[in-house]
C-alpha cells in the first residue's frame, strides 16, 4: 500500500490521488460530489488531505 509521505500541511492534486487510488480522476471527482471522497477546491483546483485519501483507501480495501 502506498503512502504519500507529505507533511500535514501539504496537499494532493486529482491526478495524484487518483494514481493512488487507482482510479481515473472523473471517478475522484465524482467521490467528492457525491461526498464519498472528502476534498476542497483551491485556486480552482480539488485538493486533498493525504490522511483524508488514505482513511479512504483503507476503508475502501475492508469493502473489497
Same mark, same amino acid.
Given at each position: 500500500?502506498?503512502?504519500?509521505?507529505?507533511?500535514?500541511?501539504?496537499?494532493?492534486? %486529482? +491526478?495524484?490521488?487518483? !494514481?493512488?487510488?487507482?482510479?481515473?480522476?472523473?471517478?475522484? /471527482?465524482?467521490?467528492?460530489?457525491?461526498? @464519498? %471522497? +472528502?476534498?476542497?477546491? !483551491?485556486?480552482?483546483?480539488?485538493?486533498?488531505?493525504?490522511? /483524508?485519501?488514505?482513511?479512504?483507501?483503507? @476503508?475502501?480495501?475492508?469493502?473489497?
Amino acid at each position: 500500500q502506498r503512502r504519500y509521505s507529505v507533511s500535514a500541511t501539504e496537499t494532493l492534486t %486529482l +491526478d495524484q490521488v487518483a !494514481e493512488f487510488l487507482a482510479m481515473k480522476p472523473v471517478t475522484i /471527482k465524482r467521490y467528492v460530489r457525491e461526498g @464519498l %471522497l +472528502d476534498g476542497k477546491e !483551491e485556486n480552482g483546483h480539488l485538493v486533498f488531505e493525504p490522511e /483524508k485519501v488514505n482513511r479512504f483507501k483503507e @476503508l475502501q480495501a475492508r469493502l473489497r
